[in-house]
């Protein structure tokens, strides 16, 4: 009898492992209702009175903290939300509609946080548009930054009471033949503007990265190089600014034509447009030698740079420029004038100057980017190459080099006259 007992006991043990195993499983698969997933394509399965809601596996993490959707088709009204919702949300509910969740609405650009009333928050979105949800870093007091994006531009944030680990990214739809194209694994490079740069990174010195890789301080070009649509660019996290107003690259490999350019750009730079090509931005190109500046036709400028060149760019900045509005700190004033009267004097790699070349601009107390010209100057092994006075964009101006030939590559030191 008591072997009977034992067995039985024994049987009963191992159900309830399975049943604990099987409980598990669910905690990480991923939960649908009204909408089914083929591969990376999700697609509304209902018939527009029911909300079809994918929440998914795993939530986001400091690892893992950012996602998106492509929006394939709008279907007939467009009702697709993107946002963040506990692990057990009811699926017959949008995302932000319930407490605890939060969600960009595509049909209206309302921001919706725990309420089924939104409030206006960026642009709508339609077909073909990339909508994106990620968490900030710096968590702090039981708040959590949630930022969301379009098209690779950040629209806006929100601060609401949770932890990373609670929150799961969450797509909802509302609408006969809407899709979406899901990637939970995409990463977001663009970074809250600290006012500097980091020093002494390398691949974290890099916002924006598109058929170039990255090694250290290398930058090699690895796109098709067949048109010119076939731009490989790299831009960095920050902008130029009182601080860090200089950078240089050296042509370690030419490649097969040298269709190098250095110059500055504003943030959402179009990827695949050289540098100089398109609007809010200037662009030295080492192979003819010319100045781009938003326009696909250059203007003569300087001479042409060649393997083993040192080509550089910066920004001489009224005296007490300050990004934010303020005045300027006197330290800063004081090291720009110092630099702008003398170019550098020897302390940059490659930059030299020459006596005479440094006058400033006019003084522009507490003018804002976006209203305010400054100069910008190009360098090639060391000798100033010549200046153009332009317009600062809102947000400033970015470090941006463009390649397009197969075998290019370049060394990018973005800070040579610190340390």
Not at 148 to 168: D, H, M, Q, R
Not at 184 to 203: C, F, P, R, T, Y
């Amino acid at each position: 009898m008591d072997d009977i007992n034992l067995h039985y006991r024994f049987l009963n043990w191992r159900r309830r492992i399975r049943e604990i195993r099987e409980v598990r499983a669910v905690r990480y698969r991923e939960r649908l209702k009204r909408m089914l997933r083929d591969g990376d394509i999700l697609r509304y399965h209902g018939n527009s009175d029911e909300v079809g809601c994918f929440v998914a596996a795993r939530p986001l993490s400091r690892r893992n903290r950012y996602f998106e959707v492509t929006i394939v088709d709008t279907g007939v009204r467009g009702m697709i939300a993107v946002g963040l919702v506990p692990q057990l949300y009811k699926l017959d509910h949008q995302p932000g509609w319930l407490p605890h969740s939060v969600a960009f609405h595509a049909d209206d650009g309302k921001l919706y946080n725990g309420n089924t009333v939104g409030q206006q928050f960026g642009p709508k979105c339609c077909r073909g548009d990339r909508v994106g949800c990620g968490i900030s870093l710096d968590a702090d007091d039981g708040q959590l930054t949630v930022f969301f994006t379009k098209n690779g531009k950040e629209v806006g944030s929100v601060e609401i009471p949770a932890s990373p680990e609670a929150l799961y990214p969450a797509v909802g739809m509302h609408s006969l033949g809407e899709e979406v194209l899901l990637d939970l694994n995409a990463e977001w490079g663009m970074e809250e503007d600290d006012g500097q740069m980091i020093v002494d990174s390398h691949e974290e010195d890099w916002g924006r990265l598109h058929d170039v890789k990255v090694t250290g301080t290398l930058l090699e070009y690895v796109g098709k190089g067949k048109s010119i649509v076939d731009v490989g660019l790299a831009q960095a996290r920050r902008p130029l600014n009182t601080r860090f107003h200089y950078y240089e690259l050296e042509i370690t490999d030419a490649g097969e034509k040298c269709y190098i350019a250095l110059g500055l750009a504003r943030r959402d730079y179009p990827k695949n447009r050289h540098p100089g090509w398109s609007r809010g931005s200037i662009a030295y190109h080492a192979d003819d030698g010319k100045l781009f500046q938003g326009s696909g036709v250059g203007d003569a400028f300087g001479p042409r740079c060649f393997e083993g060149d040192i080509m550089g760019c910066g920004i001489m900045f009224p005296r007490d420029f300050n990004p934010d509005g303020g005045a300027s700190s006197c330290a800063a004033s004081k090291c720009l004038a110092i630099f702008c009267l003398h170019l550098g004097g020897g302390w940059g790699r490659g930059f030299r100057g020459e006596e005479g070349d440094g006058e400033l601009l006019p003084e522009s107390r507490n003018i804002k980017p976006g209203t305010l010209k400054a100069s910008v100057f190009f360098t090639r092994n060391g000798k100033v190459v010549g200046r153009r006075e332009v317009a600062l964009p809102v947000g400033g101006f970015f470090p941006t080099i463009g390649m397009m030939s197969t075998g290019e590559k370049v060394r990018v030191d973005l800070h040579p006259l610190s340390g």
